[in-house]
Structures are given as C-alpha cells and as structure tokens.
C-alpha cells in the first residue's frame, strides 16, 4: 500500500522566509518586479532547488519556468501547478510567492515519499503576472495560450525606459542550465493557489475559498484635452480647462457605477497634468481607470457608460476625449470538475470552504483556455495585499498546501 505525500510544513514556511529575502524592504515586504535582478535571483534559486532534488528544469522564449517531475507515462500531458515570483514595487510576500512555493513543496512531498503518478507534473513561475513595471500583467500565462507572442511586447518600456525586450533576454540568459522548449507546451490541467487579496475567508473562518470564476477586466486611458493658460488672467468664460472636465466625469462616475451594482469595480489609478505648473491652466490631463465585473455584457455597459460620461463632461467645459483601451480580459469560468474535486478535497481534509468568484485576474484565467483549470484561495490578514504589510498565517500557508497537493493528486486521477 502506497502511502500519501504529506505537507512538509516547516519546509514551506522556511521556503517562504528565504525567498521574502529576495528584493526585501525595508518594511518587510518585497520589491522583486518582473525581469529585475531580483527577480532573476529567485528563479535561480527555485531552479537550484529543483535540480537538487533531480527535477528537469525548463523555460520557454517568454521565461516562463518550469519544474518537471517525471511520471510512469511520459506521454501523457503533465499537471500543471503554480503561479509567480514577480511583485509590486512594494509589495508582499505572498502574493505569487505562495502559490508558487506551495507548488514545489507538493513536488517534494511526492517525491519525499517516492509516490508514482501516471503524468508528470509540473511547477510554473509564469513570468510578469503583476504587470506593475511592464505592462500588461499575465505576460507569462497569455503567451503560453497563443493569447500574445513575445514580439508584441518588444516596444514595451517601464516607468524608467528599461526595455521589456533585453530584459527578457537577460533574464533568459542567466538560467543557461534550464532547458529551452516552446511556447504552449500541453498540459492537462491547471491548479493555483493564492492568497484572496480580500477579507471574506478571514471573517467568515474559512480554511479555503474554490474559486470559480475571475471577473473580468478592462483597462481605459483616459486624455481631456483642453487650452493652457494663466492662473490669475484667465477668467471662467475663456477657459477650456481639462482638469474641470476630468474631475467632473470621474465625481459623476464615481457617484454611479459602484453604488449602482455591488458586483461592479471602478478605481483610478494613475492621474497627471500637463504640464503641471501649480500657476497654469492645464492643457492635458490624463488618467486610467480599472473597471471590473463578472458579467461581460455588464463589463461592456460600463465601458459605455465611461465613455458617454467623459464626453459629456468635455463638452460641457469646451474639451475633447480620447479613450484607449490598454488592457480588456473577459471574466472566465473554471472547470466544474476540477472544483468538484477540490471541494472534495478540502471535505477530506476537513477544511471549512467556501466557492467563490475571485475580484482579481490572475494567471489561471488565460489558462483556462487551453485547458481545464482552477484556484484555491487561502486567507490573508485584513484582506491586505499588494502592500508591504501583506500577511497569511502559517496554519493558512500549510492548510493551502495540504489542500493544493489533495485536489493536484484528485485532479490527475
């Protein structure tokens, strides 16, 4: 009689602790943005576990990382778990990492025990999910479904005017022992774990959140163009002034669409002027805006309703809009048998649960494209992420891996 792996719960949180060092600050977070040194030094390290413990390693032409642990049938289509190593410029040191650790340890708890599965299966770090010095986010896990190709990004600049291209190739350089394969290799099924980024599992007591859909997401940059003028001379009759417009519309949509539908999400999250003199009448401000819903056809009427809105108020104050979309992911449902099975899982484990729609995208979603795929959430303090102050309790971390190894070995059977 084979003996089940078990969680090997010092291990992670161990595990956790060292890569947290990697990009550490000062507040105790992380700051390990996608394709930085820092960056770089945890895959080296992940890579350096894996071969330790005989592992193959891999990466295809986006650095997408993989860690392959053989099964009796090489060719079946592996099982695929993880998530990602990429942070927040100040960020915690959970969100990805979790996942992705909490992946390997399942690696290592089935190898600890010498437990043959039929298909291999495999860890992935998915490159850039954060998107917060590149973007767009999901870089990785778009094109590895044939979403996006690495050669569309290649004019992609940061914040600082690094490029997206020779930091890409940099980073595939520094992990030469990894062997290169192509983009999309077959899997079977996905399965990821991560932190809710929200407070429910907290408040309500529970180990464990199924999730089943990821709401979708739509990313606008918003420019009010106007005329530039003096602070003193310019009186209200003469003035075309864009930062009037903007901050109308925004008050005007701020006021209807979240308290309208408790499913909807709008945030501003960038915000300038030009040219940004304390004494001068702008002649350009521009925005973003992050609009969020379950529903598509919901998501598209709130994109009108942005729209309608910022043209309305541009007219009012003898301004022109241009609205451009950087960013559209429709929401998506997960395979009803993979959370099936993860439900069943966490029963076995005795672990209180709860389905649930997950308000952030991650990875999971553009894999479900190609095959069947799932998320398990696990709590985290306050609901607090993308913060340095970002916290999951160890009995969290080690209930998320137990349950994470449960479903991966229900979800191959």
Not at 13 to 21: I, N, V
Not at 242 to 253: I, S, Y
Not at 340 to 349: C, G, K, Y
Not at 354 to 365: C, E, P, Q, T, V
């Amino acid at each position: 009689m084979r003996l089940r792996p078990e969680i090997c719960g010092e291990r992670l949180l161990r595990r956790l602790s060292d890569f947290a060092e990697i990009g550490r600050t000062s507040a105790g977070g992380v700051n390990r943005q996608a394709l930085s040194k820092e960056d770089r030094a945890a895959r080296h390290l992940l890579a350096d576990l894996a071969r330790a413990r005989g592992f193959k390693v891999f990466q295809d032409p986006i650095a997408n990382l993989f860690l392959r642990r053989e099964g009796r049938n090489p060719m079946r289509p592996p099982m695929l778990i993880g998530s990602h190593l990429d942070s927040q410029p100040t960020g915690g040191r959970f969100d990805g990492a979790l996942g992705t650790l909490a992946a390997f340890e399942v690696l290592e708890a089935v190898e600890d025990q010498g437990y043959e599965t039929e298909a291999a299966i495999e860890v992935v770090a998915w490159t850039n999910e954060e998107g917060s010095r590149f973007t767009p986010g999901v870089m990785g896990s778009m094109t590895f479904v044939g979403a996006a190709h690495p050669n569309d990004f290649r004019s992609v600049v940061s914040g600082e005017g690094e490029s997206f291209s020779q930091e890409l190739t940099a980073t595939l350089a520094a992990l030469p022992e990894a062997i290169m394969r192509p983009l999309g290799t077959p899997i079977s099924a996905y399965l990821e774990l991560h932190i809710e980024q929200g407070p429910s599992l907290e408040r309500e007591g529970l180990a464990a959140g199924i999730v089943t859909a990821v709401q979708g997401t739509r990313w606008l940059t918003v420019t009010f163009s106007g005329s530039a003028g003096h602070a003193g001379t310019t009186s209200l009759a003469y003035r075309r002034d864009p930062m009037v417009a903007a901050t109308l519309a925004l008050n005007r949509l701020q006021m209807s669409i979240m308290p309208q539908d408790d499913d909807a999400r709008l945030t501003v999250g960038r915000f300038s002027a030009h040219p940004g003199s304390i004494n001068a009448i702008p002649d350009r401000v521009t925005f973003t805006i992050d609009i969020r819903h379950p529903d598509a056809s919901t998501l598209t009427a709130i994109d009108a309703s942005v729209r309608a809105t910022c043209e309305e108020a541009a007219l009012s104050q003898q301004c022109s809009v241009g609205i451009s979309t950087s960013f559209d992911m429709p929401p998506g449902w997960f395979s009803k048998v993979m959370t099936d099975r993860i439900e069943a899982a966490a029963q076995a484990l005795g672990l209180p649960y709860k389905r649930m729609i997950s308000g952030a995208f991650h990875d999971a979603l553009f894999v479900a494209r190609v095959a069947p795929a799932a998320m398990i959430f696990v709590p985290c303090r306050d609901g607090i992420s993308h913060n340095e102050a970002e916290y999951v309790e160890p009995a969290d971390v080690i209930n998320g891996a137990r349950l994470l190894l449960e479903a991966t070995l229900g979800c191959m059977l």
